[in-house]
């Protein structure tokens, strides 16, 4: 008789559900929430991102202007909201991407033969090599300062370590006794992969996914911050950055604005990253 394949510990609702019970993990939500939701308001701020007004230059943070203005007298919490548009959407594409082609690369190497798993683990590992900040300037020397450029930058990066942790996974998995049941009643590679394998990696997937993903934001803004990523006027929480450090004498309000953003969207996902984990992971659950 064929061994059924193991439901997963929890569908995607019901550890979310659990892991916003814990306050860390509520926390961490509350502040992805409130990055998302400036992204989504954004046009209906008053303010154009880029439109300047010189005698509002340095103004201090009132009603008016939330967090102030910057040397330009751009509204700073205008350039924050769509800013945040930016981080998001490099993050979501870019993680999106790497999650992907890790996905199939690391299946690909943990369940293939031996040959093609040495392959793809010396592409992980030269990828891997790389330095984020050499491999930036190696791009954009080719191609410009543009989104794209941050996006491949940020792929090269992090594909690599899907494709590793997910191979592990498969190997693991491999050998389960469901798998080879399958594999017994003739079963093909790409249906076991996809019905048997992939259902049980996605408790991994999520925890890589919350914690890569103020990472790629850091890089996005880094890269911003270098004139590497997006060019002004286009508001980015790294050129915002930018603008406060060069003018940092004149008014703080700037750099607060431009960083701030940063440690709320790290703190939010790896917070929520380590909920999930705790929740996703056995031995990590605190009420077990």
């Not at 996974?169 to 790409?190: I, N, Y």
């Not at 999520?206 to 990472?215: C, K």
């Not at 890089?219 to 603008?243: K, Q, Y």
Request: proline letters at 8%; a positive charge; aromatic letters at 8%.
């Amino acid at each position: 008789m064929a061994v059924a394949a193991p439901a997963p510990s929890s569908s995607g609702w019901r550890v979310l559900r659990s892991a916003i019970t814990d306050p860390l993990g509520a926390l961490g939500l509350s502040l992805v929430l409130l990055i998302v939701l400036g992204a989504l308001l954004a046009d209906f701020s008053p303010y154009l991102p880029s439109k300047m007004a010189m005698p509002a230059r340095f103004a201090p943070p009132s009603f008016e202007h939330l967090l102030g203005a910057d040397h330009l007298g751009r509204d700073l919490f205008t350039r924050v909201l769509h800013g945040a548009r930016i981080a998001l959407g490099v993050a979501l594409v870019a993680t999106g991407i790497s999650l992907v082609g890790g996905l199939i690369l690391g299946m690909a190497a943990g369940y293939g033969p031996r040959w093609l798993d040495s392959v793809l683990l010396l592409v992980f590992d030269a990828l891997r090599s790389f330095p984020t900040v050499m491999l930036a300037l190696a791009l954009v020397t080719l191609t410009g300062p543009s989104l794209y450029a941050v996006v491949a930058v940020v792929v090269i990066a992090t594909l690599p370590g899907y494709g590793r942790v997910i191979r592990a996974q498969t190997m693991a998995l491999k050998s389960a006794e469901f798998v080879l049941a399958a594999r017994a009643l003739g079963a093909s590679a790409p249906r076991i992969l996809l019905v048997d394998v992939m259902p049980n990696l996605i408790g991994p997937l999520l925890i890589l996914v919350s914690m890569d993903i103020p990472v790629v934001i850091t890089i996005e803004a880094g890269m911003s911050f270098l004139g590497l990523g997006v060019r002004p006027p286009t508001p980015s929480w790294g050129t915002i950055l930018n603008d406060g450090y060069s003018f940092i004498r004149e008014s703080p309000w700037p750099a607060i604005a431009g960083g701030l953003p940063i440690v709320i969207a790290t703190l939010g996902f790896t917070f929520l990253g380590e909920a999930l984990r705790d929740r996703f992971d056995p031995r990590l659950r605190k009420d077990g």
